[in-house]
């Protein structure tokens, strides 16, 4: 068997000259830090140049090099192993974990509502967290494939703030339960509480899962300070009567849980917590949207509502 030297000829350095199969120590390719390498890289196969050998559709003057197009190749294929961001082992780890605990705490919270124990919205509150997250992911990957990885679970990326209060919101039905098992509510209100839970839990959920697919490309849980190419301002669907419906769903969708568990100190908690952070988030968000599209947005703005308290 021959194995013949792979010779490539390099159209920038004029006719009749060859490059080397192996990059020189001091090319301009290898003093490239890894970011604009990864970017460089990402750019060659999201802008068509895999399709061709030698050129991408922006700039057809320009030769990419085979070994260019393995090397970008690599690099995306890396992102799906284990451990990396968009690892396909743990995407599918934490949908099971997540589909075995929300199964599990949906019967035995069914099982210790039919016995009549309070302490069945313990299991139901959890069941409601795991459904949340999944369809974090889910929504996600259904409209914006390119920006869906691990992160977008939102499982370990909330910040402490988020975990406490969700820590904090089932210590008290806990407490609750062993310290004033017997509410001095009316049955009658208890049961409006019950429904008015529910009802927020599955508007909220709803509105933000519409928001996420309706927004498609231009959805991302992280905030764009730099407005880019695929940028665009969605005004149809859900958009077209709230400003910021994913925000309005998971406000909603938080007190819905607090009035669902019977929480007194988590419900006002919660209110407090989210109204505050998403009067910053709003601000600061709509003036980056203004500087976007201007008065596009402007005129945008001033036909559509967020509905939440105070944020009008």
């Known amino acids: 068997m021959i194995f013949r030297k792979p010779i490539t000829t390099n159209l920038n350095s004029g006719p009749g000259t060859k490059e080397s199969e192996h990059e020189s120590p001091m090319s301009p390719s290898s003093l490239e830090s890894p970011l604009r390498k990864s970017i460089r890289y990402n750019n060659i196969i999201f802008s068509g140049g895999l399709g061709h050998g030698n050129s991408s559709p922006q700039s057809p003057l320009t030769p990419i090099p085979p070994e260019e197009i393995a090397r970008a190749l690599d690099l995306y294929?890396?992102?799906?192993?284990?451990?990396?961001?968009?690892?396909?082992?743990?995407?599918?780890l934490r949908s099971f974990i997540l589909g075995l605990v929300s199964s599990t705490c949906l019967i035995l919270?069914?099982?210790?509502?039919?016995?009549?124990?309070?302490?069945?919205?313990?299991?139901?509150f959890i069941f409601i967290l795991c459904l949340f997250h999944f369809l974090e992911y889910w929504t996600t990957a259904r409209a914006n494939s390119s920006v869906a990885s691990v992160s977008s679970f939102l499982l370990?990326?909330?910040?402490?703030?988020?975990n406490i209060a969700h820590s904090c919101a089932l210590l008290e039905m806990i407490l609750t339960h062993l310290f004033y098992p017997?509410?001095?509510?009316?049955?009658?209100?208890q049961k409006l509480l019950l429904l008015f839970g529910t009802l927020f839990i599955i508007i909220g959920q709803i509105t933000r899962a519409l928001a996420i697919l309706t927004a498609g490309?231009?959805?991302?849980?992280?905030?764009?300070?730099?407005?880019?190419n695929t940028h665009v301002l969605v005004t149809h669907g859900i958009y077209s009567i709230l400003r910021h419906p994913s925000y309005f769903g998971f406000f909603w969708w938080g007190?819905?849980?607090?009035?669902?568990?019977?929480?007194?100190?988590?419900?006002?908690?919660?209110?407090?917590?989210?109204?505050?952070?998403?009067?910053?988030?709003?601000?600061?968000?709509?003036?980056?949207?203004?500087?976007?599209?201007?008065?596009?947005?402007?005129?945008?703005?001033?036909?559509t509502v967020v509905a939440i308290p105070g944020l009008d």
């Not at 961001?85 to 743990?90: F, K, M, V």
């Not at 017997?182 to 209100?189: A, C, G, K, N, S």
């Not at 490309?217 to 880019?228: D, G, L, N, Q, T």
């Open 77 to 92: 294929a890396s992102q799906f192993q284990a451990g990396q961001s968009r690892s396909l082992s743990g995407v599918a």
């Open 109 to 124: 919270s069914i099982y210790i509502a039919l016995l009549r124990i309070a302490l069945w919205r313990v299991p139901f």
């Open 156 to 162: 370990t990326n909330n910040g402490a703030a988020y």
């Open 182 to 189: 017997r509410t001095f509510l009316p049955e009658r209100i």
């Open 217 to 228: 490309p231009s959805f991302s849980h992280i905030v764009a300070h730099h407005k880019r």
């Open 255 to 303: 007190i819905g849980t607090q009035l669902l568990c019977r929480n007194v100190i988590c419900l006002i908690g919660y209110a407090i917590v989210l109204y505050w952070f998403f009067k910053i988030r709003i601000e600061g968000e709509e003036k980056l949207l203004v500087d976007f599209f201007g008065k596009e947005y402007a005129d945008y703005a001033r036909r």
